[in-house]
């Protein structure tokens, strides 16, 4: 009996973590939007959307949260929104350990100022989902951004250059010109625990 | 030969021309490179429209389908009456025209335009009475037309009253929804993008022009 009741609690536990993370609003990508020109001589814009799969996004938590978080692209065409297949993009992925570290680094951007740092990790495409490449992580609570760089080939075969920095929301500042919205940096799992440590109980 | 096969013959030799003109005549049914069609798992939705004793009279819209407040990614195939896209020239355009886009209840946000039609000449007729087929691929990012489309409809934009034939049919196939026009909005509108004595922009992957090819096919 004492069994039943223990399980039975532990199940709703688990219920009440997966519908509080669940019901957190996500956070929207940022996105840069980069022109070009199709063979017939008129304009086009290709538009490469930034961010985190499944956000809001959480650092790893053993038996709790399992961090993975990868950098997620959507490469499509701006005004119809149809996605493009083909891309070679590579990221460097930079990382923050707090937002003092952030605050002391300086604008623009230099890489030497981060706590850690991946270069030339290849962002694959994923497979039956046309336009998405990801560079797959396991991440830890802090701020985050990505380089994002290579090569977009638009419908027409025209090869368009891409090469643009997204941090997360907390570092925008560091941000390439014409990087707009964001996503959301990695939160401590805890903090959505309900009663948690910031909670008084009755006695 | 008995009765059946009699019956049968016309269809036969019918479908064995079919077959030689499409193996020897080209790439009629190219594949598109901004073409998404539908998931795999998910059936299209697919609307078919007989036009077969409908005459339009100038100005006569006829509305064929509206998605909204979803814009949508699809083909069209037209078969309809039809003219030469200018005298002595082998690609024929159709007398009616199609248009799509986005009508709004609130003009400003209203965006409608011609849509590209590839001309399907080793199905299409054009001896007298004329009757074409047409291709569309909603949206066509690189040919042109409206980039968000919750509307295609008809227009008679000639001067004259268009009469369709027994077998002209309009049949649209729409695959997957690419947004809500509610969030990716058009402005500035009122946009038609065409006038009166306006026709679609056509092009024909399989005459010897090749001007008229458009572009993103393989």
């Known amino acids: ?203 | 030969m008995t009765n059946l096969n009699k019956n049968k013959l016309p269809l036969l030799l019918g479908t064995a021309f079919l077959a030689i003109t499409i193996a020897y005549g080209g790439t009629v049914f190219a594949s598109h490179s901004f073409e998404l069609g539908a998931a795999a798992g998910t059936i299209p939705d697919n609307t078919h429209i007989r036009l077969n004793d409908i005459t339009m009279q100038p100005g006569d819209i006829f509305p064929l389908y509206d998605s909204s407040p979803n814009y949508v990614s699809g083909h069209v195939l037209l078969k309809a009456p039809c003219e030469p896209v200018a005298e002595g020239e082998d690609t024929y355009q159709p007398t009616i025209a199609l248009i799509a886009g986005h009508v709004d209840e609130n003009l400003e946000h209203a965006n409608m335009q011609l849509v590209p039609l590839y001309y399907i000449n080793a199905i299409s007729k054009t001896t007298e009475p004329s009757s074409c087929i047409y291709h569309a691929h909603i949206p066509d990012p690189l040919n042109g037309g409206a980039p968000r489309v919750t509307d295609i409809d008809l227009i008679n934009l000639s001067d004259e009253a268009i009469s369709f034939g027994d077998v002209d049919v309009v049949d649209i196939n729409i695959q997957q929804v690419l947004g809500s026009i509610g969030t990716d909005q058009y402005h500035d509108g009122p946009v038609l993008g065409f006038g009166p004595g306006d026709h679609n922009p056509v092009y024909d992957l399989n005459d010897e022009d090749p001007h008229n090819d458009g572009l993103g096919h393989s």
């Open chain 1, 1 to 203: 009996m004492k069994h039943t009741t223990l399980s039975l609690l532990g199940v709703m536990a688990a219920v009440t973590l997966i519908s509080v993370i669940a019901s957190q609003e996500a956070y929207a990508h940022g996105n840069i939007k980069i022109p070009l020109t199709i063979a017939n001589g008129e304009q086009r814009t290709v538009q490469v959307v930034l961010g985190h799969t499944n956000e809001p996004s959480y650092g790893n938590e053993p038996g709790t949260w399992d961090g993975i978080h990868g950098v997620d692209i959507t490469v499509r065409d701006a005004d119809t929104k149809l996605p493009i297949k083909t891309a070679n993009l590579k990221v460097d992925k930079y990382f923050f350990k707090n937002q003092k570290k952030v605050d002391k680094a300086s604008v623009p951007f230099n890489p030497t100022d981060a706590d850690a740092k991946d270069l030339g990790v290849t962002a694959g495409a994923v497979f039956g989902q046309p336009g998405k490449f990801l560079a797959r992580q396991m991440v830890i609570d802090g701020i985050y951004g990505y380089r994002v760089y290579g090569t977009v080939t638009y419908f027409d075969g025209t090869n368009v250059p891409v090469d643009f920095t997204g941090f997360c929301s907390d570092a925008s500042k560091f941000n390439s010109p014409g990087f707009s919205g964001g996503y959301g940096c990695i939160g401590d799992i805890k903090d959505t625990k309900f009663p948690g440590k910031k909670h008084k109980m009755k006695d």
